[in-house]
Structure formats: C-alpha cells, structure tokens
C-alpha cells in the first residue's frame, strides 16, 4: 500500500459500523462514521490526481455488482481493504462526510468495509446524510 494509517484509528469506526450492523439508527455510531476517514482505493487503471479535471475534485472507484447495483468501495482499515481488493496497490484517504458533500447521485451506494461481517451500505442519499452528521 502507497500509504499507512495506523490501525488503532480504525478501531473506532469499526467499533461504530459493528453498533451500526445491529441498529442502523445508532446516531452516536453514525456521527462517529461521518466524522472518521476512510481508505478509498485508487484502481491502477484510474488517472492519477494530476490527470483529475479541478484541483481539489476527487475520482470516485465506481465498482458495479452482478445485480446491476453501482457503488464506491470504501475501507476503516488497509487489512480491510487488502483483504476485499488484494490487487489495489494505493489509495487515498478521505474524511467520510467530505465524500457526503459531493455525493454524486441517488443511484451509487457507498460500501463500507466490504467483505467484512461488519459491512454496511449505505444509498446516495443516506452518504449525504452522513456528511450534514459530521458538520453538526
């Protein structure tokens, strides 16, 4: 991985997605998961951030399932994202409710810690939703 993030700082995320498994309306479990940041993987075929159209503006790994459903895969942990995407070799990382602000439409969902017994989804609207948490 071009990047380390120490473990111990997803130990709180992990802690709030396994609270969010069992309830999703965990609101203390939801602002921790807006507030925190999260791995996004950058897939070697994707242009890098000189080849990005604004300063600023991020690509998003669009990955679309065999049920059609179209989602960006996000990850609390380089284990994590090693584990669900062995051959993604760098990413960036990314405060979540930033990723919430410029959510792109309704019909791309937001997969956290795929692969995970922890693994949540959560649709366009909701990932907007995350990011009013973190603001207040």
């Not at 075929?45 to 600023?56: L, S, T, V, W």
């Amino acid at each position: 991985m071009t990047q380390n993030m120490p473990e111990q700082n997803a130990e709180p995320v992990q802690q709030a997605l396994h609270q969010l498994a069992a309830d999703r309306n965990n609101v203390v479990a939801l602002g921790t998961l807006a507030a925190s940041e999260v791995l996004l993987p950058v897939p070697e075929d994707m242009p890098g951030p000189e080849a990005e159209p604004e300063p600023g503006s991020l690509q998003l790994p669009v990955y679309e399932q065999g049920d059609g459903v179209r989602l960006v895969p996000v990850f609390t942990s380089e284990d994590r994202l090693a584990q669900a995407l062995p051959q993604i070799r760098s990413y960036r990382t990314v405060r979540l409710a930033l990723l919430g602000q410029g959510w792109p439409t309704d019909e791309l969902a937001l997969s956290i810690d795929a692969g995970s017994p922890d693994t949540v989804t959560v649709q366009g609207e909701g990932v907007r939703a995350l990011a009013s948490l973190a603001s207040g």
